[in-house]
Every structure is written in C-alpha cells, then in structure tokens.
C-alpha cells in the first residue's frame, strides 16, 4: 500500500462541535483529495491541494475546510459539525500522472 | 465539464459467467477514465486505466475496459466472475484542468451467486 495514513479512524461527535480529520503522505505526492462517501452518491470531491498551500474545493465543500502547511498533511476540518456530515472520509493522493492512491477511511458519525 | 454515470447501481452474476458493469462519461476534453473496485471495509484500489492509448485497456484480476469514443462508454467486463470479485465498482473520469480533479460515479455493486 502507499504510505498514507488517515487519523482517526473512527470518530464519534456531538452536532455543532469542530471536528478535524488527518492525511498524512510518506510518497511526496503533490495531489491530495478529500472525499466522503455515501450510499447512492458514491464518492463525492470535498476539497482538493495540488501543493503546499494551494487548494480548491470541490462538489461539496460546503460546511468543510482544509489547509495544507507541509506537502505530507491535508487536514479537514468540520467547523461545526452536522448529522448530515455523517460518512465515510476518503483520502487519497497522486503524482502527475493521475493515478490515485487512498487511505483506508475515517468513519465519521455526528449524533 | 466532466460527469460520469454507472447504468447500473446492482449487478448479480452467477460465478463463472461473464461480467458486464456499464459507465458512460461526458467530457469537454479528451478524457482519462478509471474504474476503481472497493471490497468491503477496505479502501479503494485501481483496476484499471485509459489514457488515450489503446483503447482495450486490460487491468488486474483479468478486468478489462474498452473506451468506445463513438458511444462516450467505458464498460467493464470480465469473461469469468470468481467469488471474490464482489464488491463495489466505481467508473471514474478525469477533469483536465489544474489538479486532474477526478469525478467519480455512483457505484455498482458487484454481487456473485455461487
């Protein structure tokens, strides 16, 4: 498996609290993804950095934030976090040539 | 812009017969198409991919996928379902624009009867 490690990797929360979500790379990839899966929507781009800080968001970004200070951790963070929030949180990463590698998964609940 | 769509949320094959899960994309660009399978409780793994090469891209596990540019489908088929293929499958394509966001269909779920 390529190095990349996800923290937590399960997380239960109470609605309205921060929640802040780690990838961590041992690759020196330039791309890193988040996304969230859900049943009947697949997998769905939250946010994306394409090197050290520099991100973009995606289909669903809203209501997440990321930041990405050294090119091995892309952090997410739920500001306050919602029921709706709750899901499967994917990291993945890449290098120029497109292929994707992912993380193993966070399941994140939000009560 | 970029859209992908799986025809099919749930196939069921017997094992040992042939397997067929369908995706169809929309691209702007020449596109780069992907088909990811994820077992259960697992992350997710790359079959296979086409890049504007050979249009029958063959992957692991003996899967390939044909790209028909005529008909924007890039199905994936395997002549013989084994047990351990079931699982989901999503087809993926490419944004080329900065980042290569990739966009991803909705699944299908693989199931094989013994």
């Known amino acids: 498996d390529a190095g990349i490690t996800q923290s937590p990797r399960h997380k239960v929360t109470e609605t309205g609290t921060p929640v802040t979500l780690r990838c961590h790379q041992t690759e020196n990839h330039r791309y890193m993804y988040w996304y969230r899966q859900d049943p009947g929507h697949g997998l769905r781009l939250i946010h994306y950095s394409y090197g050290v800080k520099d991100t973009d968001k995606g289909e669903v970004s809203d209501g997440y934030s990321v930041s990405r200070s050294k090119t091995e951790d892309f952090l997410l963070t739920l500001e306050s976090a919602t029921s709706s929030q709750t899901s499967v949180y994917f990291c993945a990463i890449s290098a120029l040539n497109e292929k994707l590698f992912f993380g193993s998964g966070t399941q994140l609940s939000v009560l | ?114």
């Open chain 2, 1 to 114: 812009a970029q859209s992908v769509t799986q025809l099919d949320s749930h196939v069921s094959v017997s094992e040992g017969t042939p397997v067929l899960l369908r995706c169809n994309y929309s691209s702007s660009y020449s596109p780069s198409l992907f088909w990811y399978v994820q077992h259960p409780n697992k992350g997710l793994q790359l079959l296979l991919k086409y890049t504007s090469a050979a249009t029958l891209v063959k992957g692991i596990n003996g899967f390939e996928a044909e790209f028909k540019k005529s008909e924007t489908s890039f199905h994936l088929t395997k002549p013989s379902a084994h047990m351990s293929d079931a699982a989901e499958y999503f087809c993926v394509v490419s944004a080329r624009e900065r980042g290569g966001k990739l966009i991803f269909g909705q699944g299908t779920e693989l199931s094989v009867k013994p």
